[in-house]
């Protein structure tokens, strides 16, 4: 059999198979930011998948970046997920939430009393985010005080704690995508002159610290971590990408979470846009499960599987379309289109009414 449909053992999960539906916004939570009623249904449809994990979720409202993202802080999103994970688990599925504090990328307008944003560096990033049912531009973040990034942490690890309130089987740390980890992590968005700034070591502190303490609230098999270490997403760069990820993964070795989930490439964009940089010399620093996403179809990633270059293979986009994507790629069957008029925002339309294959007889 193909070994995409070959069983994987991930902490105390055993998943049926090595496909992952990877995070995907869709901008569609409800007042209060409790995830969307009709995410329920959303999810379960695609409990075929041997993990899936949710939409980025923010940590507080400070960590909110565009409208209507769902929350896991108050306990109103703690019972919106839980009805959510009960539905995934009811299909035999498995369901891990994506923890998420966008940093500098967001607007006043979502912060708490309309402030400036926070940010390693007062550096804004020069992208749009996707408010008042439109794009706007990000607006210019404020510097972090040393004194305030204990709170932050704090943050992440009471959202861990409400995971598992709310049922899941796990959590995600968002760490890619040029959200505040990243921003911590990469030369271009921090400049600070302080611990949490300089060298490898000191950028690359705020992570750690964040890991430390979701892994000492839920235990590191229960913690995953997502890194994407050459995408340009929401305007971050970085002088010497290599040596910074190679120090993260060292580190990572010894804390060892449950998975490093690696988007390959630019997010959403091109797979070899840093020909340069080694993915395998990432792995090679850590003997935990190894999940890669960005661009992925059956022959790649049967091929990737194959050589023992990965363990698990997330795809985002074809599980918007596609809720039976696991029995599509066992039939290697066509995929529906992708409506993107319907991928950011709305209602019922494009997010849970795409069909399914006709069962074979
Ligand atoms: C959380 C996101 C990411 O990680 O890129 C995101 C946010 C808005 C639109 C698409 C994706």
Request: hydrophobic content about 40%; charged content about 20%.
């Amino acid at each position: 059999t193909s070994p995409l449909f070959q069983g994987y053992r991930l902490g105390d999960m055993s998943l049926p198979n090595r496909i992952v539906m990877a995070p995907l916004t869709r901008n569609r939570a409800g007042a209060g930011f409790v995830p969307s009623d009709l995410a329920a249904d959303y999810y379960a449809q695609r409990a075929s998948a041997g993990l899936i994990v949710t939409e980025a979720t923010q940590i507080s409202q400070q960590g909110q970046g565009y409208q209507d993202t769902p929350g896991i802080y108050s306990d109103a999103q703690v019972a919106g997920w839980r009805k959510i994970t009960d539905a995934v688990h009811a299909k035999g599925g498995h369901i891990v939430v994506q923890l998420w504090h966008v940093g500098r990328v967001s607007h006043s307008s979502l912060q708490p009393n309309g402030g400036a944003p926070v940010a390693p560096s007062a550096i804004p990033a020069n992208t749009k985010t996707f408010v008042n049912n439109g794009f706007a531009e990000t607006s210019p973040p404020r510097a972090l005080d040393a004194s305030e990034i204990r709170g932050i942490v704090e943050d992440y690890r009471r959202a861990a704690a409400n995971a598992l309130k709310a049922g899941f089987d796990g959590v995600e740390v968002h760490g890619a995508n040029g959200y505040l980890i990243d921003q911590f992590l990469r030369d271009g968005a921090n400049q600070r002159t302080d611990r949490y700034g300089g060298s490898i070591e000191n950028r690359a502190r705020f992570l750690l610290e964040v890991m430390a303490a979701v892994i000492g609230e839920i235990g590191a098999a229960r913690t995953g971590l997502r890194l994407s270490p050459v995408a340009p997403a929401n305007g971050l760069s970085d002088s010497a990408p290599q040596p910074l990820f190679d120090h993260v993964m060292d580190e990572l070795e010894r804390l060892h979470p449950l998975y490093v989930h690696v988007v390959e490439g630019a997010t959403q964009g091109a797979r070899d846009i840093a020909p340069d940089f080694s993915f395998a010399a990432l792995r090679r620093r850590y003997s935990g499960a190894w999940m890669v996403n960005n661009g992925y179809d059956l022959a790649l990633a049967e091929r990737v599987l194959a050589a023992g270059e990965a363990d698990l293979v997330a795809f985002g986009r074809p599980f918007i379309s596609n809720p039976d994507l696991v029995e599509r790629l066992r039939r290697n069957a066509p995929l529906n289109p992708l409506d993107r008029d319907t991928l950011y925002g709305g209602g019922a339309k494009g997010y849970i009414d795409y069909p399914v294959l006709e069962p074979v007889d």
